[in-house]
């Protein structure tokens, strides 16, 4: 029961709280708000509208790969036997494990929001919203107004190379938060003097070097010399703060050398140069992976690297030039002193990309103009802090000059986004085509091997087809190696194999073709001392003469099916393997049989045709069956007629 006692005097606590909120909710918080929540639904959503496949960019895979393991309590990925058969894109085995070579910071980020709200794309909405709500606080302690920082959080969110890449996967949004959290921490231990502000800072950037590491030391650089320049601090107070700023570093940096030790068994060796020491900085001979040829990276490419990047970053951002001239416009204003140190990013950011070619080779193959220039993301910082107080000066001067640059603003934004989204939804169609059969078929305990395309890796470049961290999902894949399968066959034995076809040139428009279209083949596992598989041949040409070849073991047999041929005719045999020979059923003109030095790795069967004089023959088609010989029996893996039957399919030939 309440009583008079209970009664609160006008201008208590209650109505103190009540006007404080209100208070809130006219600033600038509602704002941030919903700007936040505008960037992280639009994360998401574009993630699964616009990449449901992920997008060009591979290495997206290899970081859900390492999510993947991390949510499962694991550090990485096991590596069952054969490695070889199983390898992911940017990784290596190394002590039974599978290590990819980029750092955790990532991936652990992902598995973080998919423990905890089920769903791995939940990452893109936080990052999205830590990006826009840290760059108003940084801009607020820059400016000192929060209506233009609210303004600088809209242009960062409104800018191309911010939405693109939030859509990803790839690490580059998780970064920029890693460096604004550590701005505003850092310029905030500096501005109260307080050792525990400048840990936390520490921390931020022991984070960020973790992450990526040549790009936090150049943003700690021009904070380094603010500090010493600006902050009127004493030898000792400067030590101190370098002491508060090491020791809030310590933990992530101990976790970096501990992480590195367990993935290269040294601990000062980057996992990225245990896996290719040809892919560090420098100049000269580069690449990315040693299965693929590389080139001799010079000062030019740097240059032309940072060159583009710098353009694509100027053009990508919120209005492009006009940001440019408007952040121009609001520097120098100097309402706090560590503007010019901010700025510098715009330097030394792009030195990093002198000295490596990754920034060369994400131009050059056109990353860039898919995703953005994400390596620079970082400059947005400065040039929508610097920008929204230029915008601000217009519109005090010229208000209606303002809203016209808004404008055009906009609509540069919007023909820039529309461009890059349109490249991204066709390479997603191509996708959509590529894995159809995926999402027809209802695989369990499934075993697919999948085409060598690009490297001998797999999710490269199908990358959404990803084994779980330990080979004991629904479906585990594994590369096509022919022979080398049977390893793989006896390994997941309990599987229902299959082999998933796909024309080299699926990017190419095969994959809208009936003829090239990707499929999903029922395999089947034969064993016996004699084997018949069917054989059909189609003659597709004018030629008299068609003949087909069997190379198997120490031999290779022709077969003539006829030499009065025509256009559209089809035969039908039995082809009739046995650890003595082959012979075909149903009918052959004649035969010759060629021993070989070495035997074949693979049963070869080859069709060609020609004209009845001798020489001259075309060869039309060629199929390839893996097999395994012992003194008992053969063993082949073929495609079964259908996916119910155990009879195997025919070979066909045309």
Known sequence: MRTSADTRPPGGREPALTARALGLLRGPIPFVALLAAAAATWAIAGSHQVFPYLSDNHDEAVYLLQADAFSEGRLFASAPEPAEAFTPWFGYEHN????????????????????????????????????????FLLAREVLRRSAEAVLAAAFLAASPVFLVPSMTFLPYVPFLVL???????????????????????GLAFGVALFARSSEAVMVVLPMAVYAIVSGRRTIRQLAGDAAALAGGAAAPLGAMIAYNKAATGAALMHPLLRYSPDAGPGFGFRRQSPVEGGFEFTLAHGLQAVTGLTALTLLWSFGGLLLVALA???????????????????????????????????????????????????????LSIFGASGFVRLWRRHAVWALAAALAMAVWSGVVLHAALADNLAITRDNRAVYRPFEQADLDQALVFVP????????????ALRNSPGHDGPVVYALDRGRENFAVLDRFGDRTPYRF???????????????????????????????????????????RRVVVTVTMANARTVFTLDLASSAGKTYRRSLRLGLRGVSLVGGVSATGVTPLDEPAPEIVVT???????????????????????????LELVVAARDDAAADPAPITLE
């Open 96 to 135: 039974g494990s599978f290590v990819t070579v980029f750092p955790p910071v990532n991936s652990a980020m992902i598995a973080f929001a998919k423990v905890m709200f089920g769903s791995e794309r939940a990452a893109h909405g936080l990052y999205a919203a830590a990006a826009i709500v840290l760059l």
């Open 179 to 201: 460096v604004e959290a550590f701005l505003l921490l850092f310029l905030r231990a500096t501005r109260l003097q307080s050792r525990r502000w400048m840990a936390a800072a």
């Open 328 to 382: 121009h416009a609001g520097f120098g204003r100097r309402r706090h002193p560590v503007e010019p140190y901010l700025a510098a990013f715009a330097v030394t950011i792009p030195l990093v990309y002198v000295f490596y070619f990754g920034g060369y080779t994400t131009v050059a193959w056109g990353l860039a103009r898919l995703l953005g220039p994400y390596y620079f993301l970082p400059i947005m910082i400065p």
């Open 452 to 463: 060598v395309l690009y490297a001998p890796h797999l999710l490269h470049p199908l990358a």
């Open 501 to 543: 076809r796909l024309d080299a040139g699926y990017r190419t428009g095969a994959a809208a073709e009936a003829s090239d279209a990707p499929s999903l083949e029922r395999l089947l596992r034969l064993r016996g001392s004699v084997l018949t598989l069917p054989l059909v041949v189609h003659n597709r040409t004018p030629f």
């Open 607 to 633: 069709l060609a045709a020609g004209p009845n004089e001798v020489g001259a023959m075309e060869t039309l088609e060629e199929r390839r069956v893996p097999y395994r010989r012992s003194q008992q029996r």
